[in-house]
């Protein structure tokens, strides 16, 4: 247990400038385009007030994520983007690195499994932090909005306005309704683990190894979609349908974690 | 002792490794001798876990390996594998971390006998420091066996010179070295037991001392006679 | 006689066991009187290191230093080179037979009468000893 802390202490370490580049990149891009957006709005806002037709509506700081949807979005694409190949990366890098970390990584005295999960953790570490610093900056661009807009230009709105009103957030990242966040987290922690044995299985098999990842991750692709689409208007019960689908979702992370274990502790080459 | 008995490696279709039998005692240095390409690295890592085998068994002390392995067995592979940005302080510190038998005077003594910088990165050292400092952090274990894979290749006069120092020191103790190389008459005079290897295969096993008293040869002389034959 | 220069100089062939090269290492210096009787030697890991020779073979050759009564252990004290004369004496002629052999050796084919080899060698020893008083 210790030890799988101090490996998953050691991944972040390795990550950690990465990390807070993408950090520093979500920042700076989104104060842009807050301070962007806003602009705009209250340029719109002076206009009309000038002309003096109409009184303009107040705006809001949800109203101004909204405008900026892909501007937004951008640097989260880019983050999910990087977190996604990092999947790869964090394994591959042991081998086709300078250092041939492997070498070493694997001759610790320690159980494999340990190094898997502790690979595995820090993916999941990675992903949250991004989400939860995207929450702080969230907060922190709602005073930068209230900080720079007049009060009179300005309304209220709630955080979770905010949140939905931009797609990226509202789509796949940081769903409001509590079983939807569960699901949604669930089926990304077990793609994590399926990829790392489907990478487990080339380093082991090399060529043929690609094969059966490409074989593994259908499989539990298929699995997966199956327990999505079990029609709920159908045979069974809801109850009994979510029992199903939990049923299938913690045979494939058992199957995934068994197999990825025994890879690591019996059959990888360095 | 580390046994290895009828040890089969397959990679592919071409076997690497073909019933490799021989035992490595402890108190001894016992060296792996074959061409480039004979299966010498290959079983270092078998030794290891660092590669399944196909067949046979591989023991030491009596025990097959397992998690325990790996701290009653220091491995020196033929490359630091040391992240390039990590300082010299900072591996060490690691090593401590992971190895319950880390002995940290003897990793400072080692330091200092080879006249290396704390501060210094592990991507820049040359190639004989970054040997050196592969060698203290393989040596600082206190560990029963030591296997270390080509210790000397590719590694500048000076550097080789204070490496093999190491086997005649007190560094090395009472501990067993099992050691490959494809050039082995620099440390001949060095060696117990010599194990030659060729296409995976055991082709000689035999006490250095015994083959000088009783055939008048050399090493080399036995090692040209068999793998060039 | 511990200063580790007058070690370090010796080269092993590697045709012979190294152990039985220690040992005549051992008598050359005796009986040039490098060594002399009663003086404290390395211990067995010290010349290990010294000699830059496995530690198990600077045992071995103490272990035939010993057999051979060239040097003598008391519990554990460091090893001395002996005090039997008698020892001494057989090493020099031992020394000066096998030196003399292989001497005799690399001229035997070449054909010259025992007086006139006396001779050059009386001439080459003067020569070597004024060489050596210089």
Redesign the interface.
């Known amino acids: 247990m210790n030890r799988y802390v101090k490996l998953v202490h050691m991944e972040v370490h390795r990550f950690r400038y990465v990390l807070f580049g993408m950090m520093l990149l979500t920042a700076i891009w989104q104060t842009i385009g807050v301070i962007y957006y806003a602009k705009v709005r209250m340029d719109g806002w002076r206009e009309a007030a000038r002309l003096g037709n109409y009184a303009p509506r107040p705006f809001s700081f949800a109203d101004i994520i909204g405008d900026s949807q892909f501007w937004f979005a951008l640097p989260i694409l880019i983050s999910i983007t990087v977190l996604g190949l990092y999947i790869f990366l964090i394994w591959y890098r042991d081998w086709i690195g300078r250092d041939k970390f492997a070498y070493r990584m694997f001759a610790l005295p320690t159980a494999r499994s340990n190094i898997y999960l502790a690979k595995a953790t820090a993916i999941l570490l990675f992903v949250f932090s991004m989400v939860s610093f995207q929450l702080l900056l969230l907060l922190l661009e709602r005073q930068l909005f209230n900080g720079i807009v007049p009060s009179d230009y300005r309304m209220s709105s709630l955080f979770s306005e905010a949140v939905a009103a931009n797609r990226v957030f509202e789509l796949p990242l940081l769903p409001l309704e509590g079983v939807r966040f569960v699901v949604y987290y669930g089926t990304g922690i077990l793609a994590v683990f399926v990829l790392f044995t489907a990478i487990l299985l080339e380093r082991c098999y090399r060529w043929l190894g690609i094969v059966y990842a490409i074989l593994y991750v259908a499989a539990c692709g298929t699995a997966i979609g199956f327990a999505a689409n079990l029609n709920p208007y159908g045979y069974f019960y809801p109850s009994e349908i979510t029992a199903i689908r939990l049923g299938i979702y913690l045979v494939v992370m058992g199957v995934t974690l068994a197999l990825g274990f025994r890879l690591v502790s019996k059959k990888i080459t360095v | 002792m580390i046994e290895l008995i009828r040890v089969s490696h397959r990679y592919l279709c071409r076997k690497v490794l073909k019933e490799v039998t021989f035992a490595a005692e402890k108190g001894q240095i016992t060296c792996l001798i074959g061409l480039n390409g004979a299966g010498k690295s290959t079983v270092l890592k078998a030794i290891m876990g660092l590669t399944p085998i196909h067949g046979g068994t591989i023991q030491i002390d009596g025990k097959p390996i397992g998690r325990d392995t790996y701290e009653q067995v220091s491995y020196i592979p033929d490359h630091l594998a040391v992240p390039p940005s990590m300082k010299l302080s900072d591996a060490l510190q690691f090593m401590e971390d992971f190895y319950s038998r880390w002995n940290k005077d003897r990793a400072s003594e080692l330091m200092r006998f080879f006249g290396l910088d704390y501060r210094e990165r592990a991507g820049r050292l040359s190639k004989g420091t970054a040997a050196k400092f592969n060698l203290v952090l393989g040596l600082a274990q206190d560990s029963d066996y030591i296997i270390m894979d080509e210790p000397f290749a590719g590694i500048d006069l000076f550097s080789r010179e204070s490496i093999a120092e190491v086997f005649s020191s007190e560094l090395v103790g009472s501990r067993g070295v099992l050691l490959t190389t494809h050039e082995v008459g620099e440390i001949e005079h060095l060696i117990d037991q010599a194990v030659l290897l060729r296409d995976g295969t055991v082709a000689r096993t035999f006490e250095c001392e015994q083959v000088r008293s009783e055939e008048g040869k050399s090493v080399v002389d036995v090692m040209k006679e068999v793998l060039l034959a | 006689m511990n200063n580790v220069n007058d070690w370090a100089d010796i080269s092993?062939n590697?045709?012979?066991?190294?152990?039985?090269q220690v040992v005549r290492m051992f008598k050359e210096k005796i009986v040039t009187g490098v060594l002399h009787s009663g003086q404290t030697i390395p211990s067995r890991?010290e010349l290990?290191?010294l000699?830059?020779?496995?530690?198990?073979?600077a045992q071995?050759a103490y272990k035939e230093m010993e057999d051979q009564r060239l040097i003598v252990t008391e519990g554990n004290s460091p090893s001395r080179i002996t005090l039997e004369s008698d020892v001494l004496r057989q090493i020099r002629s031992e020394l000066l037979g096998g030196a003399v052999e292989a001497f005799v050796a690399s001229i035997r084919n070449i054909d010259v009468p025992l007086d006139e080899l006396l001779d050059v060698i009386r001439r080459k020893y003067s020569e070597a000893q004024e060489d050596k008083d210089d």
């Open positions: 092993f590697s045709r012979d066991p190294v152990y039985l890991r290990a290191a000699l830059k020779i496995n530690p198990n073979t071995r």
